[in-house]
């Protein structure tokens, strides 16, 4: 219970589509079983379709967003491009394991488009940068055990930007009920080629 | 006390000159010529190996370096200069590039860091500047797709393959580092003892959308024209950015890899150039 | 047994702190401020480990009065929330962490929208409509679930905040010795005169 990845709580998942992906997480900031904040968003924005999201402690999802925010605009003065979501996550990946030994209490997951070939991406970490690659969702946070099953049960190959719209929002509402630590809204991005959409779930407020 | 303070060699002249730097750059118009060409679907570095004496072995001297699997590198100037910086482009192409992203640095980024070393010489204590000019050739891998390239092309009305380099369209890129840190991107250059005069020779051979062999035959022509000892496969060295190499890879079938776009050419196959030249 | 309370309403934002300074079971002092201005329209209101409080608010004061004096022009309450929060974060992986809880309020002098940050010890850093933090937290939190709307007056918000402190009296096993209560306007920060002899009958 006091395992650091576990006194904020929270939730993110994210999915594979036809030429689209989608990434979304609950909004709740807790300390243990009392809920402080209703509007906190673990999802961060690197570029025109590199999405990060971020479980963990709340404290370290602040630092190593802005880390990142950091990383990824000297990127981009210095290369004169947007990152590419593989390459961001090579960049994830050795910017935790940076702190191998003091590690961030954070379980990231990244999603994007490939600019080059328009492939959907995404892939989680633990908290020491072990990249894993997935072809069809991700799953992170206090949530995650109820995440795999909604993800299992619901995602198939092959939806289009508004079935996966539906089957990420289902899987995490649903999953978030069974879930003291996660819940009170939820921020969902489905990414296609030249739109990104943004979705707020009011979700269950109790 | 002594050693507590260190001054940099390099300082102004009342003109505002460096003159620091300006030897530096005599050292490298001292140098062997060396010339690169930038063709449509590739780069040719090219420079004589002058040996010293008819005892010494060839096949051990070598002026072109690979520093990653698609930048290749070649120089005019001190030799020994030249060999600290290749060490320096080898190594920050894996510290700082390829550990962090997992992939191997655009050209334009490489570059920038070998100029910054080259800086560093200008303005820190107790060093002198690199006695170097580099020509630094490569491969970008971009990330535009490439309908949206074909597209813009479209726009201008050439028919061309549309990459002709950088960082987002992808493509060859070749640059000149100077021992001032400055560089330069080039269509096509030389650097050392005869750059002027090869340079001139280039500006009448070099036409746009110029392919990889017709950049090599141009590469050659240009050499003869300055050369001063024989020319064949032992005293002529050249490095080409081309299509993967994947006979060097090293292993056969495994999906996904992809073979070294810089390559050096062997003297078998300078000779073959040669004889058809 | 510390109590923060933070309510924010139409066009201000009020911090109250209870005025106990307690060692162990022990009440030291009865009319501690808890708080600290960070310019004019910034205030914060701190609890947790003695000597650690006053000497991180004190710090973080410094440094928000010299910006002002440096840059002729004050942060804004967002900006100031997550300077402390770097502050605090850095100092969380340090040899000795600082253990301070923190509520900022404010009200953007621009604006005048008004704003409230609460922070813990963690650095965790949320910006909320009403806040509170230790024991009062349990209490409190409910209470303003309930009653707390986005534009509320400021007589509403007190009225809100009597509420509350009601209930800690109510509920806390040791007496708090009342509260310190401040506004933050778009006029500045204003001291609110608050009854805390009001004598409330256990449940």
Redesign the interface.
């Known amino acids: 219970m006091s395992s650091p990845f576990s006194i904020n709580g929270g939730a993110c998942v994210a999915m594979v589509g036809k030429d689209c992906v989608a990434i979304a997480c609950d909004l709740r900031l807790g300390l243990q079983a009392l809920t402080v904040s209703n509007n906190f968003p673990k999802i961060f924005q690197y570029g025109d379709n590199v999405f990060l999201g971020l479980t963990g402690l709340a404290t370290d999802v602040s630092t190593v967003s802005d880390l990142f925010r950091y990383k990824v605009n000297m990127y981009r003065l210095r290369e004169e491009r947007q990152i590419a979501p593989r390459t961001f996550a090579n960049l994830v990946s050795s910017s935790l394991y940076e702190k191998r030994f003091g590690p961030w209490f954070v379980s990231p997951v990244v999603a994007g488009l490939d600019p080059k070939t328009g492939q959907p991406f995404i892939c989680g970490f633990d908290s020491i940068g072990c990249i894993d690659f997935a072809k069809d969702f991700i799953v992170s946070g206090t949530a995650s055990e109820q995440l795999f099953g909604m993800c299992e049960s619901l995602w198939e190959p092959g939806l289009d930007a508004d079935q996966l719209f539906e089957t990420i929002s289902q899987s995490l509402l649903n999953a978030v009920d069974r879930d003291a630590l996660s819940g009170w809204g939820a921020h969902v991005y489905i990414i296609e080629k030249d739109k990104v959409t943004k979705r707020l779930l009011k979700g269950r407020q109790d | 006390m002594a050693d507590r303070y260190s001054f940099s060699l390099t300082t102004f002249s009342p003109s505002g000159k460096l003159v620091q730097i300006e030897y530096a750059l005599n050292a490298v118009n001292q140098g062997v010529t060396a010339l690169g060409i930038k063709a449509t679907n590739g780069i040719v570095l090219a420079t004589e190996k002058k040996s010293s004496s008819p005892l010494a072995d060839p096949s051990s001297l070598s002026k072109i370096s690979l520093i990653t699997p698609n930048i290749g590198m070649v120089y005019s100037g001190m030799g020994p200069d030249y060999r600290v910086l290749v060490d320096r482009a080898r190594k920050v192409s894996h510290t700082g590039y390829k ?5 191997y640095p ?1 050209t ?2 490489l570059v ?1 860091d070998v100029a910054r070393v080259m800086q560093e010489a200008t303005q820190s204590g107790g060093v002198r500047p690199y006695g170097v000019s580099l020509l630094i050739a490569g491969w970008d ?6 309908e949206e390239i074909e597209a813009k092309e479209g726009e201008e009305g050439k028919k061309l393959s549309g990459k002709t380099g950088g ?2 369209k992808g493509g060859p890129m070749l640059y000149q580092v100077d021992p001032s840190g400055s560089y330069f991107p080039w269509k096509a250059t030389a650097i050392g003892k005869s750059a002027t005069t090869a340079k001139t020779f280039l500006e009448k051979r070099y036409t746009e959308g110029l392919e990889l062999e017709d950049a090599v035959h141009i590469a050659l022509l240009t050499l003869k024209e300055t050369i001063e000892g024989e020319m064949n496969g032992e005293t002529i060295e050249i490095g080409i950015v081309g299509p993967p190499a994947d006979h060097l890879l090293g292993v056969e079938g495994v999906e996904g890899a992809v073979g070294p776009r810089f390559r050096k050419l062997t003297p078998q196959e300078i000779e073959d150039y040669l004889t058809n030249l | 047994m510390e109590v923060l309370l933070g309510i924010t309403g139409q066009d201000f934002t009020l911090i109250a702190a209870s005025k106990a300074a307690m060692r162990g079971a022990t009440v030291l002092k009865a009319a501690d401020d808890k708080t600290r201005s960070l310019n004019k329209h910034t205030l914060m209101a701190f609890s947790g480990e003695a000597g650690d409080t006053v000497q991180f608010a004190e710090y973080i004061q410094a440094n928000a009065q010299l910006y002002s004096m440096r840059n002729e022009a004050d942060l804004s309450p967002s900006a100031l929330a997550h300077f402390v929060r770097g502050e605090l974060a850095s100092s969380l992986r340090s040899r000795k962490p600082y253990n301070v809880n923190l509520l900022l309020g404010g009200v953007d002098p621009i604006t005048h929208k008004s704003s409230l940050y609460w922070l813990d010890y963690l650095a965790s850093l949320a910006p909320v409509p009403y806040a509170a933090h230790g024991y009062a937290q349990y209490y409190c939190l409910s209470i303003l679930d309930k009653h707390h709307h986005p534009d509320i007056s400021l007589e509403q918000g007190i009225k809100l905040l009597n509420l509350c402190t009601d209930e800690l009296k109510r509920r806390l096993p040791i007496d708090f010795k009342g509260m310190v209560v401040k506004a933050v306007t778009k006029d500045g920060i204003i001291d609110i005169e608050f009854d805390d002899d009001k004598v409330v009958k256990s449940a």
Do not use: A, C, S
């Open positions: 550990r962090i992203y997992n992939e655009p334009r980024i920038q891998e971009g990330i535009l797709p490439e960082i987002l």
